[in-house]
């Protein structure tokens, strides 16, 4: 039995509340061999006082050895298998620009680049213009039409943009048009199937008549696309789980990512105080809150121990206005590691502490990977933590008699 | 998806060097409640130094309870599921001998018996002749042909030999001649489905020269036929995670698995000495090393303790050979447990130890079974051993976006 089913075989609805605060990237490593990570330097003791009285493991985000994305990393700890549901380029691009994608749009990244008198490609980036210009660009190309369809043509920065197609029947096997190297020029789109094919014909419209609007704007006066994906078919939280989910992130990513599985996207405000704040006022609205903290993995991406060790203390110190709400579960973990020492996103397992009336408490007392490892939840999937949730939330009954 | 489409989706090529040194049997049991194991017992600063700097584990063969034979045992340790893929006994024979088989053979393990006038078996072991009249029967059955198939009858011991029939379109699904009782003649051979039938009818035809050519040599004068089994398809190393890999193995059994997931198997001389100078030499020429060292399974299952002892403290006065080549990632593990006590393979779980700059370090400080329990990779399926040598070889890239 899938393990959506079974949520929805035993889920009972109840008046709890469960807070899941993701720390994006939270895991770490040493910088030194014998040395702490940032996570067990940081001096965090909120977040030890609650991890004296939860419950710790260590959360795999999709399986041993495997770095997740950010797409992949939040659809496990929403409870979706990774290796199930995959959310293509395209859309995940259109949700960091905060495009509102829906289930008839396929969604495509697309670049500037420079075409040559016979067509052929001569810069795959168009000598990287500035956003302005991209912007500029994006606006001429929002006047190309196609019938049956609607187009929307979105700048993200320097050559990128996102191009959303919507209509009825539209399929995502669609080769990139990139041929990835100069001196020939962009390839034809084809589809594999005939829903495919539709979109494709459709994005050969579009760049042709990109070219015909971009001729007089040389470097920037042809496009590439790739990435094509359709909106993924996701059964929401409160189809799964009953539960009416509100996501507070500042990152337009995140964003989209909860509004994939159907939580409300509250305006979150800039700070992590204003997340506060928002949770706060919707508290009596909602059962379920994703809070979203950007800064532990920008932090780790940049190589910054120090400054990761700075915003996991400032987490710390915003810590006792959840738990001032009282909520039944309280849930901090990460999406995935990011290791200052890496400088990127990585496989290692991720310290995760679960506070609730009817944990079985674990002999751990502060928030760090060397000491989660020897917690009560030991090792586990990250698609697990939302039945765990549940049921420490009272929210799930007895499977068979 | 599947476990290896996702290694070919994701995997990147470097100039990493991985090692497997997988030490036959390594896990143990104390011989007195209270007691230590082999390991346990050992002296082995090498390993301990090694576990500092590294991350440990218990390995699980196939699954909580299972036992592995040698050919479930290293599958799942070269990242096949142990459950998926399966080798024939027939096959596993072969391979043991030696016998290079091959796409087109069905590999078979034939007994000697002794039939009476009758033609009913009155000895299934045919006396236990010894390993030179078997030898010298296998060359007396090496003059019987079968049209349009190739026949190779080798020798093993004792009753024992390998049939290996080669041809096009060869079922395996074939039912044992031997009855398992005297007083009956050996059984007819009989296949479920049209290239199992074609397998059937040629080792009938095979059974019946056989009785022709022993006719004289009674107490070995038939001949039974047991473990059908088809060469299996299996992906290679290369296929799968990219990689150029090298055995440097003694025993055939092991150079023989290794050769059907498409290792290159070296010639590694006698001793583990050896071994490690062939290491040194092609060093440059290989990307994943396969060790297998026999001698830890061969003790427990004498049940020498003291021996068992022995042999892993000579193990470790070899480690630093490997070391001073500055793998990327080194593990040593086992393919399964073999204590002394039990005097055979065993289902516990296997200490394991995976030495890279990337690991996140454990607190365990000396190598064996009751400290790795406390280490950073948990208690984990053998079959994920691979992709987490991959990811700390920075042979991975980022699942999803």
């Keep these: 039995m899938n393990l959506h089913d079974l949520m929805r075989e035993l889920r009972e609805d109840n008046k709890s509340k469960i ?3 993701v720390a994006d990237g939270l895991g770490g490593l040493p910088m030194e061999p014998g040395g702490k990570t940032e996570l067990e330097t940081a001096r965090t003791p909120n977040l030890d006082a609650l991890t004296r009285e939860g419950v710790c493991g260590l959360s795999l985000p999709v399986l041993p050895g495997i770095t997740p994305g950010s797409g992949p990393g939040h659809l496990g700890l929403f409870g979706y298998d990774p290796l199930v549901y995959r959310i293509g380029r ?6 960091g620009i905060n495009f509102d994608v829906g289930p008839r749009d396929v969604a495509v990244r697309g670049n500037f680049c420079t075409v040559d008198a016979a067509g052929k490609i001569t810069d795959r980036r168009a000598g990287r213009p500035t956003t302005e210009r991209c912007v500029e660009m994006c606006r001429l190309m929002q006047q190309i039409r196609i019938p049956g369809m609607e187009l929307f043509v979105e700048p993200v920065r320097e050559h990128r943009f996102v191009l959303v197609i919507r209509g ?39 760049a042709a008549e990109a070219e015909r609007v971009l001729k007089e704007q040389a470097p920037t006066n042809a496009v590439t696309l790739r990435g094509f994906a359709r909106y993924p078919k996701i059964d929401t939280l409160k189809d799964i789980y ?6 507070i992130a500042v990152y337009p990513m995140y964003k989209g990512l909860a509004r994939l599985v159907g ?9 992590l105080g204003d997340q506060m704040e928002t949770l706060r006022k919707v508290w009596d609205q909602y059962d379920f809150f994703f809070l979203h903290y950007k800064y532990s993995d920008s932090t780790g991406e940049d190589g910054n121990f120090p400054a990761k060790v700075e915003v996991i203390e400032r987490l710390d110190t915003e810590l006792p206005r959840v738990r001032a709400l009282n909520p039944d579960v309280l849930i901090v973990t990460g999406d995935h590691s990011t290791p200052s020492k890496m400088k990127s996103h990585s496989w290692h397992p991720v310290p995760t502490v679960l506070w609730a009336k009817t944990c079985r408490t674990d002999a751990v007392t502060e928030f760090g990977e060397a000491q989660c490892l020897h917690g ?26």
């Design 90 to 95: 395209g859309i995940l691009e259109a949700l």
């Design 19 to 21: 807070v899941l605060l």
């Design 242 to 247: 009953g539960l009416r989910a509100a996501a």
């Design 376 to 401: 009560g939840l030991g090792r586990f999937e990250a698609k697990y933590l939302m039945s765990l949730a549940m049921a420490h939330a009272g929210r799930l009954g007895k499977y068979g008699a």
């Design 168 to 206: 009825d029947g539209l399929g995502d096997s669609v080769n990139d048009t990139d041929p990835q190297q100069t001196g020939v020029a962009p390839l034809s789109a084809g589809g594999v199937d005939t829903a495919s094919q539709k979109t494709a014909d459709a994005i050969n419209h579009f």
């Design 263 to 271: 939580m409300d996207v509250l305006d979150a405000g800039a700070t």
